[in-house]
């Protein structure tokens, strides 16, 4: 098995047409064919049935068909690696993020960046913390912000971009209320407007005790 012949089932399994797949791939139908039998004896299965012109997958056809698409998908991936690997300041950064820092923090700093690599991209996506520092170990994003650091995870190198203070609306008549600075576990039992479902409130509250 090949990657040519891969790359020409995939193109008839998504067209559905041997011709059309062909004229797609720029070469002669037969060739399409050929390689198409070769594949199918070296798997031992039909992956096609063959209606005239037409063509649709087997059932073990469409499951071939979904583990090779995610295998072009991580060789297409590969090769942007390498390209971007020749060429950094035309790369595509892959960033992962809690809600709280995407309102002000995460445009501030792309904005930054982009003023500097104008050709750079940016892949983002919001994650829950536990999520985020996974992501980051299997390799699907290059980085992520989070607080706080993951102190006992060693597969992470980890920096520290800034610090911020917590504040605390209170009510004026509130027991704390006129106090110049309030711990978090003094208000431990107290009820608090949050961000929206899926915000974990715990990671800040961590963060604003360091």
């Known amino acids: 098995m090949d990657f040519r012949q891969i790359r020409y089932f995939m193109e008839v399994a998504t067209r559905e047409h041997v011709t059309e797949a062909a004229h797609s791939l720029h070469v002669a139908q037969s060739s399409v064919s050929r390689q198409i039998v070769n594949l ?8 096609f049935i063959r ?3 037409r ?4 059932p073990i056809g469409k499951i071939f068909f979904e583990r ?10 590969a090769r ?29 700093v792309i904005y930054a960046f982009r003023l500097r690599y104008p050709e750079a991209k940016f892949q983002l996506k919001q994650a829950l913390y536990q999520e985020l520092i996974e992501g980051v170990i299997k390799g699907d994003f290059n ?3 989070i607080g ?10 980890q920096k520290v971009l800034f610090t911020e203070n917590i504040v605390a609306l209170l009510p004026i008549h509130h027991r ?13 039992d107290e009820p608090f407007v949050l961000l929206p479902k899926g915000f974990v409130f715990r990671d800040i509250v961590v963060n604003a005790c360091q």
């Open 40 to 47: 199918e004896n070296e798997l031992e299965v039909d992956l």
């Open 55 to 58: 063509v649709h997958l087997t």
């Open 148 to 157: 706080p650091l993951p102190l006992k995870e060693k597969k992470l190198e």
């Open 68 to 77: 090779m698409k995610h295998a072009m998908n991580v060789i297409d991936d």
């Open 80 to 108: 942007r690696e390498v390209k971007e690997y020749l060429d950094p300041e035309k790369g595509t950064i892959r960033i992962t993020f809690p809600i709280s820092l995407a309102a002000y923090t995460l445009p501030t």
């Open 143 to 145: 980085l992520g912000l």
């Open 176 to 188: 704390l209320a006129k106090e110049s600075s309030v711990k978090l576990q003094e208000l431990v």
């Open 51 to 53: 209606e005239g012109r």
